[in-house]
């Protein structure tokens, strides 16, 4: 099987939704916001300043996965946003199939700190970015971009370097 699916993962305010939609919409492939798979209970949580726990994030991660490999066996391909800032979440969620490919959108805290600043109507308050950059595992076996490039640009790089 051909690669048909591409995880953009990040810390929140790296960019993996404005990337991971324009890609998929260039390509004219399905997107798949993982924040709207996380339960209520967690929306709730982070939504109040609380970082999730491994527990609390099981329920989103076999969400994420489901979908993944419905996906898959339909091989239809598709785009997803997801934080999955550690290594055993992106092993729960397949990323070492083959046709499977992760990006990972790398920048400073201060620099995402300043794009939350300015974002407004997400839950995830800029409060809980310390505990993101906490929790990051950075990834070994995946396209790793700098966020301070364009959307367009990181589009266009991922595109070059999967061969999409």
Not at 9 to 26: D, F, I, N
Not at 82 to 88: D, G, H, P, R
Not at 137 to 160: G, T
Request: hydrophobic share 45%; proline share 5%.
């Amino acid at each position: 099987m051909n690669l048909c699916f591409v995880i953009i993962m990040g810390v929140s305010g790296s960019g993996k939704t404005t990337v991971g939609s324009r890609l998929a919409h260039e390509l004219g492939w399905t997107f798949i916001e993982g924040d709207s798979l996380h339960p209520p209970e967690n929306i709730a949580k982070m939504s109040r300043g609380e970082p999730l726990t491994d527990s609390d994030r099981r329920p989103w991660l076999d969400r994420l996965r489901a979908v993944i490999d419905r996906m898959m066996a339909r091989e239809e391909p598709a785009v997803m946003a997801a934080s999955v800032l550690k290594q055993a979440y992106r092993t729960r969620l397949g990323v070492e199939r083959d046709a499977v490919q992760l990006v990972y959108l790398r920048g400073s805290q201060a620099v995402v700190q300043r794009r939350l600043a300015q974002r407004k109507g997400h839950f995830m308050p800029p409060a809980l970015l310390a505990s993101q950059f906490e929790a990051l595992e950075e990834p070994s076996n995946a396209l790793i971009l700098d966020i301070r490039e364009s959307p367009a640009s990181l589009v266009a790089e991922i595109r070059l370097q999967l061969g999409l």
